[in-house]
Structure formats: structure tokens, C-alpha cells
């Protein structure tokens, strides 16, 4: 009987054996195909590697559509260009999805023969991040590929202002640390992106280059606009001194998405009203906007993301620039469902905004500095009507901070929750001693007896605030 049970442990053994070997071989039934298009998903390097798994896998890397090269991949006794010279040389595939250098040193007699390799085999996505001190000019062919639908381009100079640019398939377009040739640049290259949808740019005004003097940004496809602005002095204390002189020109109607970041909006001489804008993301830097004359550009800009549903002013230095145009001609944000909004020193900017959007339904403040809450005249719109969630990250009540509490409680109509969060959530762990778990249940009894215009309205305190 023992050795019919130590056979029978045998048997299932060998059996559970053969299983897993079949699980294991099951990469060896799919298709050439399939196999390429998972090792797509992973960096060339590694993609070659699997060449050693068998006869079969030896020359699959060459197949695969997507060729992924940085330097985390290499150590600096290799040479690497060298390397992705060969490897894109003996790449075998018709047609190349990606083609991503990240962080790659090389000259640009080897980039520019590395892109028309790439546009011979119908580029799709370009991810260009080269290592060099001085930036490298792009090569010309880049800006006539009829194939390229998603370009990133970091580090790179010679974005010409003049001659023959057709991307008649580019959708997506980034543009980070570059060069323009100058200020025709940027417009030139645009006019040739038929079918552009997206644009980020990210540029650094630098001592020792040539600077652009106007941003013109004008294209009747573009639906996501992100521009962010650095300048060499950032790293101190910005004045009007320092801040180079330029202007921005926008005229993006199709626009749905808008992100601006450190672009003083005095310098906006020209902007199209977006008719269509979902979201806006806008943050200032301190001081930003202080050498700014034109008050008239403000109002301006205010009012042409009048029609955005859903706005984030996440930098109380913003709230100078809303009060000048608020001061103007100001017309209703109308659209505006949902509303996040930094209070620094000057919370009226939060009335303002209210008596501004009448469908308001969603209201997330985060109070940076403790300031003085004036109640409006008359009680705005969105209270009455529309608003249902109400969002407060703070760190400390005061007596201000609870007056504004009890003004929304109490006027909020249709009001369904109000939450309490600490501003900073990683600081949660830190806030739970005795003392402030006895202020945080302080604030709870005191704001739980605040009236409420809303008999439906519920109370969820985060503790740590």
C-alpha cells in the first residue's frame, strides 16, 4: 500500500510538473506578432535581453515597433550612441510606433540620421531629450514628417522661422527648454500642425541665449493649451527689474483645457474669448505681474475665461490680478460648476467669485493665511440655488475662519455636505497629539452649532486640521 501512495505522489508531481511547464510555454503559442507587441512596453535594452531565452527570441527584438533608449540604461564606460546607432540600423520593423531618446549623448550628424531612419520606418511618436551643455539644432526632416502624431521635444534649438513645415498628422506637441530662431518661429511652426489638438510649452528665459520677445500662440484646432514660463532669477526673489520683456498673443477659440503658469497676464496683449473652455488651471508667481501698466490686459483676460466650467487658482498671488479685473467690465462665469481656490491675504476674491457664478456646485477653498472674511450685501446666486458641496482645507480655525464657515453654512440652501480637511494631509500623522485633538473637537462643536440653510446638509471632519 505505501508504495502504491508514494506512486500515486509521484504521478501528481510529474503531472503538476507538465502543467506548470505548459503554463510557463504558453508565450511560445502566441503570435510573432503579439510577442513584439508586448516587449514594446518595455525599455529596447531589457527587449534585447530576451534574446537569450531561446532560437526563437534572438532576433524578435528587431521586430518590435517601439525602440525606448536612456541613459538609465547604460553606464558611462559604454558608448551609447554607438550603440543605438547599431540598434537602430539593424532594426528590422516596416513601421517604428516610438522612437524615445531620453537623456542621449550624442552630435547631430548621428540625430539627424537617426530621425530619418525613424521617418523612413513612419514615425508615430517622437520623444527627443538629448545630454549635451549646448542644445542641439533639430534636424530639418523632423518638421516634414507626414507620419509623427506625438512629438516631445526637450533641450533642442533651431525651430526655424521660415521655410517649408508640414506635420499634416501631429496631434500633440511639447515643446520644453527649446530655442526658437525668433519670435516667427512659434507661429510658423504652428501653421504647419493642420490637426494640432494639444500644445505644452515650457520655456526658460535664459542670460545666455536669444530670448523670444512674443509668444504667438494662434491655432483654430487646439483644444488643450499649457504654458508655463520660467526665468533665470526664479530662484530668488522676482521684481520688475528682472522680468524680461515679452508678450503673449493667444487666439485658440476651439479651446477646451488652459493651464498658465508664471505668465503675468498684463503681458496677454491679444486672447480670443473661449467660448467652448472646460478647465482652467492659473498660477501666478509672487510678484509676477507687478511691472504689469496695463490694467485693460487683466480685465481682458478675466473676462475671455468667462465660459470655464471648471477653474483652479491654486496661488493666493493670483488674487491682485482677479481684483483688477474685477474692477472692470466683468462679465458672469456663467458655466462655472466647480470652483478650487487658494485664499492668501485677500478673501474677498472668494465673494467676488461667488457673486460671479451663478450654477456654482462644487466649492473646494484651501486657506493659506489667515486674512478677514466680509460678508456680501446680499447673498450670492450660487448659495441660493446651486451649490452642494463645500470643501475647507485649513490649518488652524480663527475667529475669521469661523465667521466664513458659519456665512456658507448658514446661507447655503440646497447645501448637501461640507467638508473639513487639514491643508496639508501628509501632516496628519504629526497634528494628532492631545492638544490639537482637542482643539479639532473644539471646532466640531462650535461649527456643528451653526445654523444651517440647509436641512439636508451633512458635517465630515477630517482630524489634523
Known amino acids: 500500500m505505501d ?20 503554463t510557463v510555454d504558453r508565450l511560445s503559442s502566441l503570435s510573432d506578432g503579439i510577442i513584439c507587441h508586448i516587449l514594446s512596453f518595455l525599455p529596447t535594452k531589457l527587449s534585447v535581453a530576451t534574446s537569450i531565452l531561446g532560437k526563437r527570441w534572438r532576433f524578435l527584438w528587431a521586430h518590435v515597433p517601439c525602440l525606448d533608449f536612456g541613459m538609465r540604461d547604460y553606464t558611462m564606460l559604454v558608448d551609447q550612441s554607438a550603440i543605438i546607432h547599431r540598434f537602430i540600423l539593424h532594426h528590422e520593423a516596416k513601421r517604428l510606433d516610438t522612437l524615445s531618446l531620453q537623456l542621449v549623448d550624442c552630435n547631430e550628424y548621428q540625430l539627424e540620421t537617426w530621425i530619418i531612419g525613424a521617418i523612413k520606418r513612419n514615425i508615430q511618436n517622437l520623444n527627443l531629450d538629448v545630454l549635451l551643455d549646448e542644445k542641439l539644432m533639430l534636424p530639418l526632416p523632423i518638421f516634414t514628417c507626414k507620419t509623427i502624431v506625438d512629438m516631445k521635444i526637450y533641450r533642442c534649438k533651431g525651430i526655424p522661422s521660415s521655410g517649408d513645415i508640414r506635420l499634416p498628422s501631429l496631434k500633440k506637441l511639447h515643446l520644453d527648454h527649446v530655442e526658437f530662431e525668433d519670435d516667427e518661429a512659434l507661429p510658423h511652426l504652428l501653421s504647419g500642425c493642420p490637426l494640432l489638438e494639444e500644445l505644452i510649452l515650457l520655456y526658460n528665459f535664459g542670460k545666455n541665449q536669444k530670448n523670444v520677445g512674443c509668444f504667438n500662440i494662434s491655432s483654430p484646432t487646439l483644444k488643450t493649451l499649457s504654458i508655463h514660463l520660467l526665468h533665470y532669477c526664479c530662484c530668488g526673489d522676482v521684481t520688475p527689474e528682472v522680468i524680461p520683456d515679452y508678450r503673449i498673443l493667444i487666439n485658440t477659440k476651439a479651446l477646451r483645457s488652459l493651464r498658465m503658469i508664471n505668465c503675468p497676464f498684463g503681458r496677454i496683449t491679444n486672447l480670443a474669448n473661449m467660448t467652448f473652455l472646460d478647465d482652467a488651471f492659473i498660477r501666478v508667481g509672487e510678484n509676477m505681474y507687478m511691472n504689469d501698466s496695463s490694467n485693460y490686459n487683466v480685465v481682458k483676460f478675466v473676462n475671455s475665461i468667462c465660459n470655464v466650467k471648471y477653474l483652479m487658482i491654486p496661488t493666493s498671488g493670483v488674487e491682485e490680478v482677479f481684483e483688477i479685473g474685477f474692477l472692470g467690465f466683468l462679465r458672469k462665469f456663467g458655466n462655472l460648476t466647480k470652483l478650487e481656490l487658494q485664499l492668501g491675504e485677500r478673501w474677498h476674491l472668494l465673494v467676488d467669485l461667488l457673486e460671479a457664478a ?32 463645500i470643501t475647507i482645507k485649513i490649518t488652524l480655525f480663527e475667529v475669521e475662519e469661523f465667521r466664513m464657515v458659519r456665512y456658507l453654512l448658514k446661507n447655503s440652501l440646497v447645501l448637501e455636505k461640507m467638508e473639513i480637511l487639514p491643508l496639508d494631509e501628509e501632516s496628519i500623522p504629526n497634528n494628532l497629539s492631545e492638544g490639537n485633538l482637542k ?11 451653526f445654523e444651517r440653510g440647509s436641512t439636508t446638509c451633512q458635517l465630515a471632519f477630517y482630524l489634523g486640521f
Open 358 to 389: 451663478d450654477n456654482l456646485q462644487v466649492l473646494v477653498i484651501e486657506i493659506e493665511k489667515p486674512s478677514h472674511f466680509t460678508e456680501p450685501k446680499r447673498v450670492p446666486t450660487c448659495l441660493l440655488s446651486s451649490l452642494r458641496t
Open 3 to 22: 508504495e502504491l501512495r508514494q506512486s500515486s505522489v509521484k504521478r501528481q508531481k510529474i503531472s503538476a510538473g507538465d502543467q506548470n511547464m505548459t
Open 439 to 449: 482643539f479639532a473637537f473644539f471646532a466640531l462643536q462650535m461649527i456643528s452649532l
